[in-house]
Nanobody, 113 residues
Framework: QVQLVESGGGLVQPGGSLRLSCAAS????????MAWYRQAPGKQRELVAT???????NYADSLKGRFTISRDNAKNTVYLQIDSLKPEDTAVYYC???????WGQGTQVTVSS
């Protein structure tokens, strides 16, 4: 059974940066496609970025430029770097394992001065 544990969220001022991490259990992490989603208060969960087992990335059109997804297969971890944070980035950020359909518990990101 795959478990995903996110970390790295917190309170940050506008313009700041955060790096979220998602540690995955289970075997053959390197073969699994992964993704980050987010859900803002009162809104539907939305896709932020995906990364294939080969490292190819894709981003939501509205979020291109400030978000970077990456992975370290040796550490069974996928990352989401967020730069130039805006108040509208406030949300719970979730890690998702495309290959097995598993969600993490989420990590809260709050952007406020």
């Amino acid at each position: 059974q795959v478990q995903l544990v996110e970390s790295g969220g917190g309170l940050v001022q506008p313009g700041g940066s955060l790096r979220l991490s998602c540690a995955a259990s289970g075997s053959i992490f390197s073969t699994r496609a992964m993704a980050w989603y987010r859900q803002a208060p009162g809104k539907q969960r939305e896709l932020v970025a995906t990364i294939t087992s080969a490292g190819s990335t894709n981003y939501a059109d509205s979020l291109k430029g400030r978000f970077t997804i990456s992975r370290d297969n040796a550490k069974n971890t996928v990352y989401l770097q967020i730069d130039s944070l805006k108040p509208e980035d406030t949300a719970v950020y979730y890690c998702y394992d495309w290959s097995v359909g598993s969600w993490g518990q989420g990590t809260q990101v709050t952007v406020s001065s």
